[in-house]
C-alpha cells in the first residue's frame, strides 16, 4: 500500500481498487437490473464490499488519480453499461443519494458529541461526501436542501488544511469542488 502520513488512516491501493472496479465490471448489469441497492462485490477494498453506482464512481476516480494503466478500456466498459440502462443507473443513483446523504448526517451527528474519534474517522467518513458529489454530478443535479444544510454543519466544525487522503488521488479530487477533503475536524469543537 502506497506510504500514508501517520494521522491519515491508509485507504486503499491501486491493487484493491483495480481488482474492485474489474471485478464489478461484470456485475454491473445484472446489479442495475436488480432491486438491490447495494450488490455483494466478489472483491473488496478497505471502503466497499458491495457494488454501487457511487462506488464504482469513487473507485473509478481513484484509478485516475493512480494512473492506472487500461483505466481507459475499463471506463468505455462501464459507460458503455451505464448509457444501455441509464434510467436503471439512474434510478439507483438517486436512491444511493438518499441513503449516503442519510449516513453523512449520522456521522455529522456523532461529530458533534465525539469530536476527537470522528476527526480520526473523518478521512475515511468523507468518502461519504465524495460519493454524494460524484453522484449528483453523474445526475446532474444539485445538492439538495439536505446536503447544503450537511455542508454548513460541516463547516461549523470544519478546520481547513491538508488533503486528507493518499497525496497520489489529490490532483483528481481538486480543492474547489471536493473542499471537505482539505481539512478535518476541529477536536476542540
Keep these: ?10 485507504m486503499n491501493s491501486p491493487e484493491k481498487d ?4 474489474e471485478a464489478g465490471l461484470p456485475q454491473l448489469e445484472a446489479y442495475l437490473l436488480s432491486k438491490e441497492l447495494y450488490w455483494p462485490s466478489s472483491v ?10 457511487g462506488a464504482m464512481l469513487l473507485v ?46 449520522n456521522f455529522l451527528v ?38 447544503i444544510a450537511l455542508d454548513a454543519e460541516l463547516r461549523r466544525i470544519f478546520r481547513s488544511g491538508a488533503f486528507v487522503w493518499n497525496p497520489s488521488l489529490e490532483w483528481v479530487f481538486p480543492q474547489e469542488s471536493f473542499w471537505f477533503l482539505y481539512g478535518t475536524l476541529n477536536p476542540q469543537e
Design 1 to 10: 500500500m502506497p506510504s500514508c502520513p501517520t494521522n491519515k488512516l491508509p
Design 110 to 147: 456523532e461529530a458533534r458529541h465525539a469530536s476527537a474519534e470522528s476527526a480520526r474517522q473523518y478521512p475515511h467518513q468523507a468518502r461519504l461526501r465524495v460519493i454524494l458529489s460524484l453522484l449528483l454530478e453523474d445526475l446532474h443535479e444539485s445538492p439538495s436542501d439536505v446536503l
Design 60 to 105: 473509478r476516480e481513484r484509478l485516475k488519480g493512480w494512473r492506472t494503466p487500461g483505466l481507459t478500456e475499463m471506463s468505455m466498459q462501464m459507460d458503455a453499461i451505464r448509457l444501455k440502462w441509464r434510467s436503471a443507473w439512474a434510478a439507483k443513483a438517486s436512491r444511493e443519494v438518499r441513503a449516503r446523504s442519510e449516513l453523512w448526517k
Design 44 to 53: 473488496y477494498t478497505t471502503d466497499f464490499t458491495q457494488i454501487t453506482p
Design 18 to 21: 483495480r481488482a474492485y472496479f
